[in-house]
T-cell receptor, first 117, second 112 residues
Framework: DTEVTQTPKHLVMGMTNKKSLKCEQH?????MYWYKQKAKKPPELMFV???????INESVPSRFSPECPNSSLLNLHLHALQPEDSALYLC????????????????FGEGSRLTVL | EDQVTQSPEALRLQEGESSSLNCSYT??????LFWYRQDPGKGPEFLFT???AGEEKEKERLKATLTKKESFLHITAPKPEDSATYLC?????????????FGTGTQLKVEL
C-alpha cells in the first residue's frame, strides 16, 4: 500500500464547479508535489512545495490553486476548469526538495482521476 | 533543455525471456537518474537511483546500469507480474530545483 493517500480517487466536475483534491503523507517528508498525467504520457510537474512553501510553479494556469496547510497535507483547488484539464492528478512526496540525496526519490499516491465535462 | 528518450515504446516478452530497456538522456550536469514502474491507473513506484557512470543497482529480476549517455534496465527471466510501464527520469545538479524530466516510458507486457 502506498504511504501517500489521495482523495477522491475519481472526480467528475462541470466547468463552473469548484472542487479540491487532497493528499496526505506521514513519512515525515518535507517536499510535496503535484503532477498531471495524460494517457500514455509521462507525469508533468505542476507545483513543488518545500517546507510548506511553494518553491516551483511550472507556469500552471490560475484555475489550479495549490495549498500546503502543513507538512503532511497538500491540496489542489480547482475552479473553472476546461475539458482538456481531464487527467490523472498525482501527488508525491520526497525527503526534501533540494540539497542532495533523496530528492529524486518520489513516493507517489495512486492519483485522482479527474473528468471535466 | 534536458531530454530523456526511452526505447522501445512497447515490448512484449514471453515469461522467462530476458531483455533490456533503454533510456538515453541529455542533461547539463546529472545529479541522478531514476527508474520508476507504473501500473495502469496508478502512480509511479520508485525503483532505483543511479548517480554516476558505472553504477549498478539490482532488485529481484531487475538490474539498472548507467553510462554517461544512457541507462539500461535489464529484466532477467521476467514474470507476468513484471508487466507495467517503466519510466526513466533525470535530475540536474543545478538550476532545476527538484524537477525531474521523465521519458515517455516503455510499456512492458510479459505473457505466459
Amino acid at each position: 500500500d502506498t504511504e501517500v493517500t489521495q482523495t477522491p480517487k475519481h472526480l467528475v466536475m462541470g466547468m463552473t464547479n469548484k472542487k479540491s483534491l487532497k493528499c496526505e503523507q506521514h513519512m515525515g517528508h518535507r517536499a510535496m508535489y503535484w503532477y498531471k498525467q495524460k494517457a500514455k504520457k509521462p507525469p508533468e510537474l505542476m507545483f513543488v512545495y518545500s517546507y510548506e512553501k511553494l518553491s516551483i510553479n511550472e507556469s500552471v494556469p490560475s484555475r489550479f490553486s495549490p495549498e500546503c496547510p502543513n507538512s503532511s497535507l497538500l491540496n489542489l483547488h480547482l475552479h473553472a476548469l476546461q475539458p482538456e484539464d481531464s487527467a490523472l492528478y498525482l501527488c508525491a512526496s520526497s525527503q526534501r526538495a533540494s540539497g542532495g540525496g533523496g530528492t529524486g526519490e518520489l513516493f507517489f499516491g495512486e492519483g485522482s482521476r479527474l473528468t471535466v465535462l | 533543455e534536458d531530454q530523456v528518450t526511452q526505447s522501445p515504446e512497447a515490448l512484449r516478452l514471453q515469461e522467462g525471456e530476458s531483455s533490456s530497456l533503454n533510456c538515453s538522456y541529455t542533461v547539463s550536469g546529472l545529479r541522478g537518474l531514476f527508474w520508476y514502474r507504473q501500473d495502469p491507473g496508478k502512480g509511479p513506484e520508485f525503483l532505483f537511483t543511479l548517480y554516476s557512470a558505472g553504477e549498478e543497482k539490482e532488485k529481484e529480476r531487475l538490474k539498472a546500469t548507467l553510462t554517461k549517455k544512457e541507462s539500461f534496465l535489464h529484466i532477467t527471466a521476467p514474470k507476468p507480474e513484471d508487466s507495467a510501464t517503466y519510466l526513466c527520469a533525470v535530475q540536474r545538479v543545478t538550476g532545476g530545483g527538484n524537477k525531474l524530466t521523465f521519458g515517455t516510458g516503455t510499456q512492458l507486457k510479459v505473457e505466459l
